[in-house]
């Protein structure tokens, strides 16, 4: 079987993301985003501590608001990550309407993109992406992926 889908690196310097959510997955997002050059916008009516603590950051914007499509404008990728399957769809219908990127944290299907897990160092970056069945064989992989890019054993 081929694969279906291409990975693609793209330069992230001052491109826009705009991230809709403040829990858990968002956070690990913001995480994974802020090891890169984007402009980091959370949007959500509430934030956890651990996302709250990232601000020291100053690529990074916390905006304590629910969703609104005028938070699009402007963007390169959208990240839709709310605890809301009705919200997370409308974003990602507006995010796709727009030509922007969006992944779509609880449906793979309305993703235009696919977050992955991300092992980067100074001079190698790999994405690493499952079939969304089995999100502990994805983690298994980043990790071993990780661990070969801090030794530095390539």
Do not use: W
């Amino acid at each position: 079987m081929k694969n279906r889908y291409f990975p693609v690196f793209v330069p992230s310097e001052g491109k826009k993301a705009v991230v809709f959510g403040g829990g858990n997955i968002a956070t690990r997002r913001v995480k994974t985003l802020l090891e890169f050059d984007f402009e980091i916008t959370v949007i959500a009516p509430e934030m956890a501590k651990a996302l709250r603590n990232l601000t020291a950051n100053d690529r990074l914007t916390l905006i304590t608001d629910i969703y609104k499509e005028e938070y699009l404008h402007d963007c390169y990728m959208v990240l839709a990550c709310t605890d809301n399957r009705q919200v997370n769809k409308q974003i990602g219908d507006a995010a796709k309407k727009r030509d922007i990127l969006v992944s779509v944290c609880d449906n793979r299907a309305e993703c235009t993109f696919y977050f992955p897990a991300v092992a980067a160092g100074e001079e190698v970056t790999a994405g690493i992406c499952g079939s969304g069945l089995s999100h502990s064989v994805t983690k298994r992989a980043a990790a071993k992926v990780r661990e070969i890019i801090k030794g530095k054993a390539y």
